[in-house]
């Protein structure tokens, strides 16, 4: 059986570690935030200028000062920041953060990400996407394993436009989590979903990666 | 002394005018993250001044009634400089129908080519945008840095003519101090333009900010507005309970 969202939200969420400065992506990874294990200390960082976000307001905390990279209304914890976009990007760029958790449109096998363009259609902007797989330490994708036509994600090299070349760490999709092994340049097959054979992955997946090693049980 | 503080953004938009700041064709930083911290006041003034032409380097394009969307409708933007535009039908329109140039900048990218273009620094190396389209037709180099080597893409410092931030509160120096994430972009904007126009909710007395607590000095500041901004939410989201 395929994650649900949720669970696949809970799996990234192992990725957490006390005291890590996180900065979560739209959609899935937005949901992150709900698993963070209990005693933990993770900081939130917000790109548009925010560290130590917190849950989003009762109505009347609303302040329309305080939102996140979303536009979200959104509040601060104790021990938070606010400082201007330009200080929070030379964080990301300079690599102040621990840990970024994405969604993506396509990943290839060298770790290379497609997240923000689809050629013919409206282009809205990467906003900071760009910078946060630059940047940040630790880079790990979310995802669904195929698109909607059931057709693999997971490439020998992106279609789309690049958001960033070989920088995914950790690709957490609904079938599998797949790590980089930097050595080598390729994923590596070392979990699986309940479930799920080795054989189904292979089957819907179109890129190459290594699989030698028994991947274990992904415990969600 | 030199007087910045004046009674309204069209009066502030006029004293810039004189001074042959404000004209057709000029390039225009306008802080703001989606309609957070946006100076409500000075946008409109800028719209009903009729200039037209502009380039307008902010990270968003407002919504279709208000922020810099109001400009669009107007058609007085030739060209946005930008890192997401994504809540704007009528950008969408003229963008599509080729009536609008847009220039997409990863949005750290255009942070940082704010705050060179105010420290007077003409172009700078970052990793941001190596090995996608951002990074064609640029100069692409290898550099060893802490302890690693890796590409790295030059881009460009920004300087506009004109740069309307929006600030919490002035002194009547222009020492700013701004409120939560309505800072985003405004500080560094407020370095990096010939004239600097601050829309503010109050003004108070030299002395009343401590000077440990002022976000931009008053020296970056050529014009100060008082406003009472509506601050309209994009994404109004509450939890229960």
């Keep these: 059986m395929p994650l649900t969202r949720e669970q696949l939200a809970q799996r990234a969420a192992r990725e957490l570690r006390d005291g890590f400065i996180v900065n979560l992506g739209i959609g899935i990874p937005t949901l992150v935030a709900n698993y963070i294990p209990a005693g933990m200390e993770v900081w939130l960082q917000s790109e548009n200028g925010l560290l130590g976000m917190g849950p989003f307001p009762r109505e009347p905390e ?41 969604g993506a449109m396509e990943i290839s096998q060298h770790g290379d990400i497609a997240n923000w363009m689809i050629p013919g259609k409206l282009v809205k902007g990467m906003g900071g996407a760009m910078d946060l797989v630059a940047g940040v330490e630790r880079v790990v994708v979310v995802m669904e394993h195929c698109n909607k036509k059931g057709e693999s994600k997971v490439l020998p090299e992106c279609t789309l436009p690049l958001t960033g070349r070989r920088c995914v760490d950790l690709l957490i999709t609904d079938l599998c989590t797949m790590e980089m092994d930097h050595s080598k340049g390729m994923f590596r097959l070392v979990e699986l979903a309940p479930g799920v054979t080795a054989e189904d992955v292979k089957a819907r997946t179109r890129a190459e990666y290594l699989a030698d090693r028994v991947p274990m049980a992904m415990s969600v | ?145 802490k302890g690693r080597e890796r590409e790295y893409v030059m881009e460009t410092g920004l300087w506009a003519d004109l740069a309307l931030v929006k600030a919490w509160r002035a002194d009547s120096f ?67 309970a």
Excluded at chain 2, 62 to 85: F, H, N
Excluded at chain 2, 197 to 211: H, N, Q, S
Excluded at chain 2, 215 to 228: E, L, Q, R, S
Aim: proline share 5%.
């Design chain 1, 62 to 102: 609303i302040d329309p000062d305080l939102i996140n990279a979303g536009k979200q209304t959104v509040t601060a914890l104790p021990g938070a920041s606010f400082f201007s976009s330009p200080t929070s990007f030379a964080m990301i760029r300079g690599g102040h953060i621990d840990l970024c958790i994405l």
């Design chain 2, 1 to 145: 002394m030199l007087q910045k503080l004046f009674k309204t953004p069209a009066d502030a938009i006029a004293a810039a005018r004189v001074k042959g700041i404000v004209k057709d064709n000029i390039s225009v930083m306008v802080g703001g993250f989606g309609l957070c911290g946006i100076p409500e006041g000075l946008i409109l003034a800028l719209r009903d001044s009729g200039v037209k032409g502009l380039t307008c380097i902010s990270n968003n394009a407002g919504v279709d009634d208000w922020g810099l969307g109001l400009l669009l409708k107007t058609r007085q933007i030739r060209k946005m400089v930008s890192s997401y535009v994504g809540e704007n039908a009528e950008f969408e329109r003229q963008y599509l129908a080729g009536e609008l140039e847009v220039e997409f900048n990863p949005q750290g990218t255009l942070a940082e080519r704010i705050r060179a273009g105010g420290a007077g620094i003409p172009g700078f190396f970052t990793a941001t945008g190596v090995g996608t389209i951002v990074a064609e037709k640029k100069p692409v180099q290898k550099m060893a840095f």
């Design chain 2, 174 to 240: 222009g020492n700013l101090q701004y409120r939560k994430t309505a800072r985003n972009f405004n500080p560094e904007m407020a370095t990096a333009a010939t004239f600097v126009i601050a829309e503010v909710e109050a003004v108070v007395e030299k002395g009343v900010i401590d000077p440990d607590q002022v976000h931009t000095p008053g020296n970056y500041i050529d014009a100060i507005v008082v406003t009472k901004p509506e601050k309209r939410i994009e994404q109004r989201t509450v939890r229960s």
